[in-house]
């Protein structure tokens, strides 16, 4: 067995069953031993961006590591963007990067670049297997970092030689420290200070925007009166009709101050004090009010749902939360198609299970609120910023879940990022419908122009914010990645191929044009 054959081996071992490459000369070992193992299923990417936006996805979903397969510095550089937002919403993953062999380094042969520099950038946990004998335990150990609550991203470097030498065998798997127990102090204290009448709002994040989190956190605020909020981009948040609710804070500074304004307690669950996304000048970075007191009842590594719960008993709130989101669904759009159009098709016909993945940008809004009490469902928002995000996360959450219908909303300017997440999509025939708003700009650059203060721009800055000549013609790029397109022009026209395109199992792309 050689070096590649037990590092395989032990990711399997260790419950790793699904690896997003896109494989050069230094990882044909690796390759090779995809058909020598039985438990690991390669999906090729057409770009490392997509490999790595995939293992996010399919991490934020399966709640353990996809390993991805990555080419030398290059190839973990062009995922290095899908990686960043990963790093933000603490998905586990596992990147095997292959390297020149060891002895090769010294010649400086094309490929060559500090491998682990790059790596350091990304990730929580990084190490380079300096032989073949190694491999398999640093496989294990790479597993065991990415499991660490809450999630995150361990790179291991697989030079070739030790991917090609003898190894002696796979590793077993390690074990997995769950989240930390949050202490009962702490508990108590965050229950004294909300018993205090002051103004709370209760912020989470993790584990605790999933069901369970979020029905002790609705216990919480039935005994205290405190609000629940949620970061506008969230990892995964479960929601819909029956489903605790919590408000999203809003995305600018302003709006952020204005939502917060007259709290005085803020309790943090698995998160940090909301921040402007951006800073403007003359506008706040930090949005919390002056003199409200913050509170962490749980750190990101900490057990979310353990301590909302204890916190509930500890208020001797009801057993059980009693308001949830009700069902509600919209009557089927007319008219002209917009965000509200595209929101009231989504709402009526996503299903129950939907994974409901948003990078419509500035046609989010809508869509995120009416959505609110479609069906059950998990959505999941663009943690890191970095566009050309959720085609391929929808590829990982669709092999995260291949019982589940995900929907993608896309803004036209992120898509062309990572339209390649099509091809991988149709080649695994992945349960994907993908909804792109072409309004053929980067609207929220026009938007952005006049916050910073740059003025309303001259044609050559206005040009740099404009996609629409020549138009993008996204039927034909789906078909020509062999995913079924369409296009739609009025909210009819939208309604009749969105519900077509939940009925069918299979990958679909509906472009709204705007
Ligand atoms: C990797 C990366 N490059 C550039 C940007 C800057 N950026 C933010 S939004 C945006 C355009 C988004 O356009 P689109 O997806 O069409 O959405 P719209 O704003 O039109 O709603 C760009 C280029 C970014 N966030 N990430």
């Known amino acids: ?61 399966a709640g353990k590591p996809a390993a991805t397969l990555l080419h030398l510095g290059p190839g973990l550089g062009n995922g290095w963007a899908n990686l960043h937002n990963a790093r933000r919403a603490a998905s586990p993953i596992v990147n095997i990067v292959g390297d020149h062999a060891r002895y090769h380094l010294q010649y400086d042969a094309p490929l060559t670049s500090d491998v682990m520099a790059l790596a350091r950038t990304c990730s929580g946990w990084v190490h380079s297997s300096v ?26 470097v697989l030079p070739a030689d030790s991917a090609w030498d003898d190894a002696d065998g796979a590793a077993p798997a390690l074990p997995v420290t769950p989240p930390a127990a949050v202490a009962t102090e702490t508990v108590e204290a965050v229950a004294q200070a909300l018993r205090g009448g002051k103004r709370a709002a209760i912020l989470i994040r993790g584990a605790g925007l999933l069901k369970e989190g979020l029905e002790a956190a609705g216990r919480v605020a039935e005994a205290t009166g405190a609000k629940l909020i949620c970061d506008t981009f969230v990892p995964r948040l479960q929601r819909g009709a029956g489903v605790v609710e919590v408000e999203r804070i809003p995305y600018f500074a302003e709006q952020i101050v204005d939502f917060l304004a007259g709290y005085e307690l803020l309790v943090l669950v698995g998160g940090q004090p909301p921040v402007s996304f951006f800073a403007y000048p003359g506008k706040p970075s ?173 044609p050559k800055a206005l040009s740099m914010l404009d996609i629409g000549d020549p138009a993008l013609d996204f039927v034909k790029l789906a078909e020509g990645m062999g995913v079924a397109a369409s296009r739609a022009t009025t909210a009819e026209a939208f309604n009749d191929q969105f519900a077509d395109a939940v009925k069918v199992r299979g990958p679909r792309l509906i472009e709204v044009v705007l």
């Open 286 to 458: 930090w949005c919390t009010p002056e003199g409200c007191r913050i509170m962490y009842l749980a750190q990101p590594h900490e057990d979310q749902i353990g301590a909302l719960t204890a916190l509930a008993d500890a208020l001797g709130a009801p057993p059980a939360a009693t308001k949830r989101a009700a069902r509600r669904l919209p009557d089927a759009p007319s008219g002209a198609l917009n965000q509200v159009s595209v929101a009231m098709s989504l709402a009526r016909f996503m299903p129950e299970g939907a994974i409901f993945i948003d990078e419509a940008a500035t046609n989010g809004l809508v869509p995120y609120g009416v959505t609110a009490n479609a069906a059950s469902h998990d959505y999941m928002g663009l943690t890191g910023g970095s566009i050309g995000w959720g085609m391929t996360v929808a590829v990982g959450a669709a092999v995260a879940c291949p019982d589940r219908k995900v929907v993608c909303l896309h803004g036209d300017g992120g898509a062309m990022y990572t339209l390649q997440s099509l091809w991988t999509q149709a080649r695994e025939n992945l349960d994907i419908v993908t909804v792109i708003f072409a309004n053929r700009s980067y609207a929220i650059l026009n938007i952005e122009l006049g916050r910073v203060g740059a003025g309303n721009g001259g």
């Open 1 to 61: 067995m050689n070096g590649a054959e037990s590092l395989v081996r032990t990711l399997v071992n260790a419950g790793v069953e699904v690896c997003f490459g896109n494989p050069g000369t230094s990882e044909m070992h690796f390759v090779a031993t995809l058909d020598r193992v039985d438990g690991m299923r390669p999906v090729l990417c057409l770009f490392e961006g997509v490999v790595t936006g995939a293992a996010d996805g399919y991490g934020r979903m």
């Open 131 to 156: 032989n073949a004998r190694s491999a398999a335990a640093d496989g294990a150990r790479a597993v065991q970092a990415a499991r660490q609550a809450p999630g995150q991203i361990a790179t291991l």
